[in-house]
Structures are given as structure tokens and as C-alpha cells.
T-cell receptor, first 116, second 112 residues
């Protein structure tokens, strides 16, 4: 069964440094998402991306965050200047159609981001 | 209004028991309610989902019960097994949405 793959599985970065998290969504999916999960807490929506633009973002997704689909297969999340509170598990997800049209999202196994 | 409240936070049952996880919402615009299962070190995996035009949906040992008037829905796991030990999240979304709103999760442990 096709799956969403994320790299790296664990990223350790100094506070203030830039970090890029990478995802390869399922190949025929058109909608892409990033969520984060602080240890032991709920999964929180960050941003959704469709047709090469952001379709929705949360209040967490401020100017320090950006997303990009640099080619036909990768989807990236960049954090420009990391803070201690950015430490979390970041999940990429994809769906064939729009979430609001009953299309399920499929999640990767996440990247654990640790900010020192 | 965007929240989904989930309970209990954790649950321990004996093998063969029927754990029940409950979720409640306020936003009547929500019209799709998936449940996700997450094992340690893994991403959430879709388990089962329901729309509010049905009151119950079964897939294998997993059943969702939906009470539209009470704005509540619950997951029942029949004949639970130690392999079902995981964290379960309910979620909700609404028409034209691009996101899920997740509940706070329930950590289930099934004892052998």
C-alpha cells in the first residue's frame, strides 16, 4: 500500500537555526498537510497546500514557517529561526481530494524535531 | 467551537473487553468524523470514519456510534486484543475544509 514518507526521522538543531523537514506524499494525491504533535498532546493542524499554494493555515503557522513543493514529489516545511517551543513531532499528510469532501488524510511516521 | 473533546485520557481493559472512547463537539457544521490509531513512533493511521447521516458504522471489531442530537460520537473496540494497545484520536472536519480538528487522544492498554 502506498505511504507517505518523511525524512529525517529525527532532527536535532540549535535554537535560531533553520530547519527543513521533508515529505514525499502518496503519488496520486493532490492535497498536502503538515501537523505537529508536542509530546503527549494532541495533533495540531499547521497548514494545508493545494495547487502550489497554501489553502489554509493555523495561527501556529506564523512568518517563521513556510512550505514548498519544489518538484513533483517532495513537500517541505521550513522553520526559519527555530525556537525551543518548536520541539515536537511533525507529521506530513496527504489526501487525494479535499478533506471537506470526505477524503481521508494519510499520515507519515513523522519527524521528531528537537531544538537545543 | 472548533474543539473536539475526547475522554477518557487513558483506559486499561482486559483482553476481550470492550473499551469505549467518547468524543463531543459543538460545531454543528462538522460533517465527517474519522478515528485514527497511533502506535508509538508511528503516524496516525485511519481506522474508521462516519458521517452524521448514519448512527452506527462497523468495520471488523471497530464500531462508531453517532448521536447527532447530542453531538457525540464514540468508538467501541469489540473483543479487544493486546495488539490494540495504542493511542486513539477522534477528529472532525466540515464542508470545504482543508484540515482535521483532533481530539486530545486516549491511550488504550489492553492487558493479556
Amino acid at each position: 500500500e502506498p505511504e507517505v514518507t518523511q525524512t529525517p526521522s529525527h532532527q536535532v538543531t540549535q535554537m535560531g537555526q533553520e530547519v527543513i523537514l521533508r515529505c514525499v506524499p502518496i503519488s496520486n494525491h493532490l492535497y498536502f498537510y503538515w501537523y505537529r504533535q508536542i509530546l503527549g498532546q494532541k495533533v495540531e493542524f499547521l497548514v494545508s497546500f493545494y495547487n502550489n499554494e497554501i489553502s489554509e493555515k493555523s495561527e501556529i503557522f506564523d512568518d517563521q514557517f513556510s512550505v514548498e513543493r519544489p518538484d513533483g514529489s517532495n513537500f517541505t516545511l521550513k522553520i526559519r529561526s527555530t525556537k525551543l517551543e518548536d520541539s515536537a513531532m511533525y507529521f506530513c499528510a496527504s489526501s487525494r481530494g479535499r478533506t471537506g469532501n470526505y477524503q481521508p488524510q494519510h499520515f507519515g511516521d513523522g519527524t521528531r524535531l528537537s531544538i537545543l | 467551537q472548533q474543539q473536539v473533546k475526547q475522554s477518557p485520557q487513558s483506559l486499561i481493559v482486559q483482553k476481550g473487553g470492550i473499551p469505549i472512547i467518547n468524543c463531543a463537539y459543538e460545531n454543528t457544521a462538522f460533517d465527517y468524523f474519522p478515528w485514527y490509531q497511533q502506535f508509538p513512533g508511528k503516524g496516525p493511521a485511519l481506522l474508521i470514519a462516519i458521517r452524521p447521516d448514519v448512527s452506527e458504522k462497523k468495520e471488523g471489531r471497530f464500531t462508531i456510534s453517532f448521536n447527532k442530537s447530542a453531538k457525540q460520537f464514540s468508538l467501541h473496540i469489540m473483543d479487544s486484543q493486546p495488539g490494540d494497545s495504542a493511542t486513539y484520536f477522534c477528529a472532525a472536519t466540515y464542508p470545504r475544509a482543508y484540515k482535521y480538528i483532533f481530539g486530545t487522544g486516549t491511550r488504550l492498554k489492553v492487558l493479556a
